[in-house]
């Protein structure tokens, strides 16, 4: 058992001025709560669109902290944390400075292993209780992780993996066979009106 400010690292974000705001090419995405909650929704736990892109130059201007790829990030303030959504970043990045990232430390604890736990937790537990929900980095840093070697963090993660997509397969039957109960049920409506 260990803490997360025992085998992650932190990242803040960064306040976003609009008038850097609105450009969809650059060197740098920059995720808003409301891209990383959009990518989520579409299915992607690895971040890949954003609506907006920066240049090194505005990173600068701004002091932004640019995230490095393999974070797991999400909301740490408002109605969108309570939500839960955790996203990987897939490259060089920033967050807004609603959200926060948290990066394994890979030598202790594998990526995937660490976003199966991360999206079993419920931040709601860590918020403040306030009428602005919100959660701290020191309150995430004395969270306990158990920790087992890499091979068993492997062999867990796979196990996970395999569930979501059973899980996901069902869904996806489940959903069929509705709508071909909704499609029976028209066409027997309609068989009964043309009679």
């Known amino acids: 058992m260990m803490t997360l400010g025992e085998t992650c690292k932190f990242f803040s974000g960064t306040g976003f001025p609009n008038k850097y705001q609105g450009n ?7 995720y808003k709560v409301g891209d990383i909650s959009r990518n989520v929704q579409e299915g992607n736990v690895r971040l890949r669109a954003a609506d907006n892109y920066i240049e090194p130059d505005i990173v ?3 002091k932004g902290t640019i995230i490095p790829p393999n974070t797991v990030v999400f909301a740490k303030i408002g109605e969108a944390l309570r939500l839960n959504r955790r996203a990987v970043t897939t490259q060089n990045c920033l967050i807004d400075n609603n959200a926060m990232g948290i990066q394994p430390i890979t030598s202790v604890i594998c990526l995937e292993y660490f976003l199966q736990f ?8 860590y918020s403040t209780a306030t009428a602005l929900p919100s959660v701290r980095k020191s309150s995430l840093e004395m969270v306990k992780i158990i920790v087992p070697d890499v091979a068993n963090q492997q062999q867990f993660s796979d ?10 397969l069902l869904q996806n039957k489940y959903e069929k066979i509705n709508q071909d109960r909704r499609l029976l049920t028209c066409l027997m409506k309609t068989t009964q009106l043309s009679r």
């Open 24 to 30: 969809v090419h650059g060197t740098y995405p920059f």
């Open 60 to 62: 600068k201007a701004i």
């Open 118 to 125: 991360m999206i079993g937790l419920d931040m709601n537990e």
């Open 159 to 168: 196990l996970a993996i395999q569930s979501d997509k059973s899980k996901l």
